[in-house]
């Protein structure tokens, strides 16, 4: 490339980057690339899950002090009342509170390489449409009391300053051997559906989760020897003064925002119909690392073509020291453990872990559920995703009938499970035989049809149980009562729509 090109491609890299800050900093989003692409749905009476997936924002100013452990954060939300009623409180999921105490820490003990190491989500200011507003914390829960209502179909306008310290763990928020592991850094809208607050909980295993989707726009300053992984696509990197260099990120309808923080990464990539697909590797691992980006790929493909389109431009597989977790999904981004990367691990187990994780791009990343309440919808999904790519792969046909285990109830919360060893067969291994027990029943062709309807009805959106035992109902033509009944031993799921919050 001559240098007359790359002044003008510096010059527009630098135009683009200062036109965001200027969104960023501003007050007037008129014009914002974040225009809402589809209002009208969110609004619909149907739905009215706070907050709208298509209409809200999380503008963010983050500032990484790795010698300190800590994230220095802006937040600027601004969403709208979409729930049809006066909102006289807000909630948010304060993740990193999960970690003072190591009483209550949810991380094995074998996360806390040099014995525990506390993390924590201080908040410093909230406002909300102009006025500063009083908070109450409970564990991952921050409550902000509003003066005023916000009334229904008013715009809201959240403003915080925050800071939170990452302890020095193997987790999946943690910072380990030089890899910083940013999960749920931030405060986090919480969801409202059916006038309920769908609120996190500190459970040690699973994802005690509900989020929605929302767009961010993310100024990210950090010391320049340092790579970035994050949801999303970076837009520009501009060296400071003194060492530090300041990224754009800015992720659309994304479930959550992650970040990965390294100065040893190997990166691989390649591209899958129109994603670009990434492997980034610890020292030692580069070969492995080819590997798992091809068979991601053929994943990738599969998923695409069979479910429906991925709408992201770039994926990141990222190998983290973790305990606890094997992978972890994340909205544009997985994570691996170490050890996945290795011989030991086996390559059928390989092969499992990533086609699994890459599944919950389409279910958890793309069609949403509360994690906390209905972990087998995502986990079911994503396993049975995942032993379908497998089986067409190695050339079986059929599904072979298993036998179900009608003892379980798919309708278990995390809260409600005993432990690990509860949740993993309840939603890993119960779930998938719920999918091939409807593969049994319909057929193959049927439940991709299913699927590919689900998704098209609830992509950027959260689906219940209820909302799935409708979608197959409809592609099925058939009342599927008593499939649903034998999974379900709680009243609350055995019958339709109409008798969820019952
Ligand atoms: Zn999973």
């Known amino acids: 490339m001559d240098k007359k090109k790359t002044y003008v491609i510096i010059i527009a890299v630098l135009g683009l980057i200062g036109a965001a800050i200027f969104l960023y900093l501003g007050r007037d989003t008129s014009g914002s690339v974040f225009q809402p692409v589809n209002v009208s749905r969110s609004t ?29 954060g802006q937040s600027v939300v601004e ?51 102009g006025q500063q507003v009083p908070c109450q914390q409970d564990e991952l829960s921050l409550m902000a009391l509003l003066p005023e209502d916000i009334l229904p179909g008013q715009a809201v306008k959240i403003e ?87 990224l754009l990120i800015q992720a659309e309808r994304a479930r959550d925002f992650v970040l990965v923080a390294a100065p040893t990464y190997q990166t691989l990539q390649q ?8 492997c980034h590797v610890l020292p030692g691992y580069e ?29 990141d597989i990222v190998q983290v020291p973790m305990e606890g977790f094997q992978g972890m999904e994340y909205s544009g981004v997985i994570f691996l453990c170490r050890e996945a990367f290795g011989p030991a691990y086996g390559e059928a187990r390989q092969d499992f872990l ?43 046909n059929a599904a072979a009938r298993i036998s179900p285990d009608y003892q379980t109830d798919l309708g278990r919360s995390l809260s409600e499970m005993s432990g690990r060893e509860e949740y993993f067969n309840l939603a890993y291994r119960n779930g998938e035989r719920f999918w091939r027990e409807l593969e049994h029943e319909l057929g193959n062709k049927k439940v991709i049809e299913v699927l590919r309807s689900y998704l098209a009805e609830y ?35 055995a019958g339709k729509k109409s008798t969820v919050g019952e």
Not at 100 to 114: C, G, V
Not at 214 to 243: C, F, H, M, W
Not at 459 to 488: C, N
């Open 160 to 246: 915080m300053t925050w800071e939170t310290r990452i302890p020095q763990a193997a987790y999946r928020l943690g910072t380990c051997d030089g890899v910083m592991m940013l999960s749920h850094i931030y405060p986090v809208l919480n969801v409202w559906k059916s006038g309920e607050w769908l609120l996190s909980q500190n459970i040690s295993f699973g994802d005690p989760f509900c989020f929605q989707c929302a767009d961010y726009l993310v100024k990210l300053n950090v010391p320049s020897e340092y790579q970035i992984i994050s949801t999303g696509v970076v837009l520009g990197r501009e060296a400071d003064p003194g060492g530090r260099d300041t």
């Open 354 to 396: 990533l086609a699994h994780e890459i599944a919950h791009q389409w279910w958890f990343g793309l069609v949403g559920n509360d994690q906390l309440r209905e972990p087998w919808l995502d986990e079911g999904l994503a396993n049975w995703s995942a032993w379908s790519y497998l089986r067409e792969r190695d050339g079986k």
């Open 459 to 493: 992509r950027y959106q959260l689906a219940s149980a209820a909302d799935l035992h409708a979608v197959i109902e409809k592609e099925a033509g058939q009342d599927m009562t008593p499939l649903f009944k034998k999974w379900f031993q709680s009243a609350r799921m």
């Open 44 to 72: 619909t009476e149907a739905e009215k899950i706070f907050p709208p997936p298509d209409g809200t924002i999380y503008r963010m100013g983050l500032y990484l002090d790795v010698g300190n452990q800590l994230v220095l």
């Open 271 to 278: 591209k899958e119909m129109d994603t670009i697909l990434r």
């Open 79 to 129: 969403t709208e009342n979409n729930t049809g009623r006066a909102l006289s409180e807000l909630y948010f999921t304060v993740y990193p509170n999960a970690f003072q105490t190591r009483e209550k820490s949810p991380m094995p003990s074998s996360a806390y390489r040099h014995g525990f190491n506390p993390g924590w989500l201080k908040l410093d200011t909230m406002e909300v449409n």
């Open 287 to 315: 070969e492995a690392g080819k590997e798992v980006l091809v068979r991601a790929a053929r994943m990738f493909k599969y998923y695409s073509c069979t479910f429906g389109s991925y709408p992201y431009r770039e994926f």
